[in-house]
């Protein structure tokens, strides 16, 4: 298994597209979180929560860090939305998924609990080997290089064996430098970090060949697997 491609999955905004509002509502109960838990302002929240994701990459780690905030809380709190209701299940991501030939994991700044319940709004829980959330990152998020090893670590992955998509920019960064074949959801080709660039993560077979382990014929595409691509999208290289 170790041999075997990982294909590393983002959750928000990258497993579903930013026109799903469930990030943007996550991301006001965060504010909401840091206004009553401090007892500040908004402007002030805002400004704080600046300030802590350039030091530490998240609000959690921040509050942790110099509030004493316990994760539990926290996580409880921002997460509690009614995923169903907001999140569409997509057959589309599904039929993708199910053609990738190798394992298939999510790694996400989120908890594990959040990500399961958006994977099963989806309709894709079933289809992933494993779900690694802010938890397993010991609260330390991306960007931060050492939630990357350890992924890697524990699923006995080699860097070059590995394809991470994303739709954070700065995110790519560190499992690129790791040996990884990236590819950025919704981003744009000028200056970008990736090897390849997918409007939507349903795209991912459009730049699949670009993967070594296909490339040289590790199974999949190159060897004859057949993939289902959202229709009206287009997938770039860099």
Same mark, same amino acid.
């Given at each position: 298994?170790?041999?075997?491609?990982?294909?590393?999955?983002?959750?928000?905004?990258?497993?579903?597209?930013?026109?799903?509002?469930?990030?943007?509502?996550?991301?006001?109960r965060i504010e909401e979180y840091v206004r009553e838990k401090l007892g500040v302002a908004p402007e002030s929240a805002r400004?704080?929560?600046?300030?802590?994701?350039?030091?530490?990459?998240?609000?959690?780690?921040?509050?942790?860090?110099?509030?004493?905030?316990?994760?539990?809380?926290?996580?409880?709190?921002?997460?509690?939305?009614p995923i169903p209701e907001i999140v569409p299940p997509r057959p589309e991501l599904r039929r993708m998924l199910s053609g990738?030939?190798?394992?298939?994991?999510?790694?996400?700044?989120?908890?594990?609990?959040?990500?399961?319940?958006?994977?099963?709004?989806?309709?894709?829980?079933?289809?992933?080997?494993?779900?690694?959330?802010?938890?397993?990152m010991e609260y330390i998020a991306k960007p931060s290089p050492y939630p990357y090893e350890k992924l890697l670590r524990v699923? *006995?992955?080699? +860097? !070059?064996? %590995?394809?991470?998509?994303?739709?954070?920019? @700065?995110?790519?960064?560190?499992?690129?430098? $790791?040996?990884?074949?990236?590819?950025?959801? *919704?981003?744009? +080709? !000028?200056? %970008?970090?990736?090897?390849?660039?997918?409007? @939507?993560?349903?795209?991912?077979?459009?730049? $699949?060949?670009?993967?070594?382990?296909?490339?040289?014929?590790? +199974?999949?595409?190159?060897?004859?697997?057949?993939?289902?691509?959202?229709?009206?999208?287009?997938?770039?290289?860099?």
């Open positions: 298994m170790a041999g075997d491609p990982l294909f590393i999955f983002d959750l928000d905004n990258t497993l579903y597209p930013p026109e799903v509002t469930l990030w943007k509502i996550v991301d006001r400004r704080m929560r600046k300030a802590f994701l350039a030091e530490f990459g998240t609000t959690l780690r921040g509050l942790m860090h110099h509030h004493g905030v316990s994760p539990a809380e926290y996580l409880e709190y921002v997460h509690d939305v990738l030939p190798g394992r298939r994991v999510v790694f996400t700044n989120g908890s594990e609990r959040y990500a399961r319940r958006v994977l099963d709004a989806l309709g894709v829980s079933g289809l992933m080997d494993g779900v690694y959330g802010i938890e397993f699923t *006995g992955a080699r +860097g !070059e064996d %590995s394809l991470f998509c994303e739709d954070s920019r @700065d995110n790519l960064l560190p499992a690129r430098k $790791l040996g990884m074949f990236t590819v950025w959801v *919704g981003g744009n +080709g !000028e200056g %970008s970090p990736a090897h390849a660039v997918v409007k @939507d993560v349903c795209d991912l077979p459009d730049v $699949l060949h670009g993967f070594p382990p296909m490339a040289r014929g590790n +199974g999949g595409a190159a060897g004859g697997a057949s993939f289902d691509a959202a229709p009206g999208k287009e997938g770039g290289m860099e």
